[in-house]
């Protein structure tokens, strides 16, 4: 039972540029969390979702910053318009009941150019 | 709205000796989950221990164990007989229970601790 599928590992973008991260959960998880990790910080929520819905998104930028989780396939969290500020580490989180039983990816670390 | 913090950016310990993490937290909840996670330099956050608040005994994992004091909101991570393979930051964690309503789903992380274990 593969875990928690993060890619890419790693993204390399100018700024100005879209950076699209993809996010598969655990298999038989509908409920999926993306955290964002800053240098020296901890991990910060920024929005969770079930299948084609966004529960939660408190935690994400107003601008630029949105997320998906269709019916099929995998989550995807967009950066439009990336800046220097945008770079850090994404990791995406599932569980099988809301809040219960997290598992994390690796996480892709964005750095803008 | 909580906080975590680990007051301790970085420790070590040598092999095979006895090492505490510190964490305090605030919130006004009375039932809740705490949690720490363990980040290697592959930066996968890895699952160590979980308490439930209502809980009052002490979770153990192996060398692993907690002591928790609810009253002085402190969650310290204790690791016995530490190995190499233990070099990692150490997060603490805080989740509202599943009971509790609102936003019991979302993770509030500490700034972390930099474990090293010396040969």
């Known amino acids: 039972n593969a875990g928690v599928m993060q890619n890419p590992r790693h993204l390399v973008r100018r700024r100005g540029q879209e950076a699209r991260l993809r996010c598969s959960p655990m298999?038989?998880?509908?409920?999926v969390y993306w955290y964002r990790q800053l240098p020296e910080e901890g991990l910060k929520f920024m929005v969770y979702?079930?299948?084609?819905?966004?529960?939660?998104e408190s935690g994400m930028p107003k601008e630029r910053f949105s997320a998906e989780f269709p019916k099929e396939g995998p989550s995807i969290l967009r950066i439009q318009q990336v800046v220097r500020g945008d770079s850090a580490a994404y990791f995406c989180?599932?569980?099988?009941?809301?809040?219960?039983?997290?598992?994390f990816g690796s996480g892709t670390r964005l750095t803008v150019v | 709205a909580q906080t975590v913090t680990q007051s301790q950016p970085e420790m070590s310990v040598q092999e095979a000796e006895t090492v505490t993490l510190s964490c305090t937290y605030d919130?006004?909840?009375?039932?809740?989950?705490l949690f720490w996670y363990k980040q290697p330099p592959s930066r996968q956050m890895i699952l160590v221990i979980r308490?439930?608040?209502?809980?009052?005994q002490n979770a153990t994992e192996n060398r692993f164990s907690v002591n928790f004091q609810k009253a002085a909101k402190s969650f310290s991570l204790k690791i016995s007989d530490s190995q190499l393979g233990d070099t990692a930051m150490y997060f603490c964690?805080?989740?509202?229970?599943?009971?509790?309503?609102?936003?019991?789903?979302?993770?509030?992380f500490g700034k972390g601790t930099l474990l090293t274990v010396n040969p």
């Open positions: 989180a599932s569980s099988p009941k809301q809040g219960f039983g997290y598992t």
């Open positions: 298999k038989g998880h509908s409920h």
């Open positions: 979702l079930q299948k084609e819905n966004i529960i939660d």
């Open positions: 919130t006004s909840e009375s039932n809740y989950y």
């Open positions: 308490q439930e608040a209502y809980k009052q």
């Open positions: 964690a805080f989740m509202k229970h599943a009971g509790s309503g609102g936003s019991n789903y979302k993770l509030t």
